[in-house]
């Protein structure tokens, strides 16, 4: 994949984060 700047990290990082974890049983923060 594409790694993206710290900046963009932090705003789409966090939030695909709860998404997979929405989509997954388990989160893995």
Known sequence: ?????RSQFRKFGIPVA???????PKGAA
Do not use: D, H, K, P
Request: net charge neutral; aromatic share 0%.
């Open 1 to 5: 994949g594409t790694i993206m700047n």
């Open 18 to 24: 709860e998404l997979v974890a929405t989509m997954r």
